[in-house]
């Protein structure tokens, strides 16, 4: 069983930097912890995902080349950095977690943390 914990969120500037963190407790052995965020009235979006067993990576189209997703292997911690941020960035930001490999969709991802709140100002 593993638990999460974002922090990290806040409002920033439009072009401006901000970086999420995602704390996990508990056995981390062959899991993937992914981002994913939800605006209001909209559905839950993946952003990006890393696989702690190989350390590969995948960020989603619409954020490549402006977010990177890493793991911190000491401190169990999952970061995502986020620059060249935008308004239609804005939104909760969840951390999510798995056994094996990435997947793009919620419902292949059974624990959660609570979220943090991002918004981009313009």
């Known amino acids: 069983q593993v638990d999460l914990v974002e922090s990290g969120g806040g409002s920033v500037q439009a072009g401006g930097s901000l970086t999420l963190s995602c704390a996990a407790s508990?056995?981390?052995?062959?899991?993937?912890v992914a981002w994913f965020r939800q605006a209001p009235g909209m559905q839950r979006e993946w952003v990006a995902c890393?696989?702690?067993?190989?350390?590969?990576?995948y960020v989603a189209d619409p954020v490549k080349g402006r977010f990177t997703i890493s793991h911190e292997v000491a401190k169990k911690t999952v970061n995502l950095q986020m620059n060249n941020v935008r308004p239609t960035d804005s939104a909760m930001y969840y951390c999510?977690?798995?056994?094996?490999?990435?997947?793009?969709?919620?419902?292949?991802?059974?624990?959660w943390g609570q979220g943090t709140q991002v918004t981009v100002t313009s």
């Open positions: 890393v696989y702690t067993e190989t350390g590969n990576t």
């Open positions: 508990g056995n981390t052995y062959d899991t993937s």
């Open positions: 999510a977690a798995r056994i094996g490999a990435c997947f793009y969709t919620v419902d292949y991802y059974p624990t």
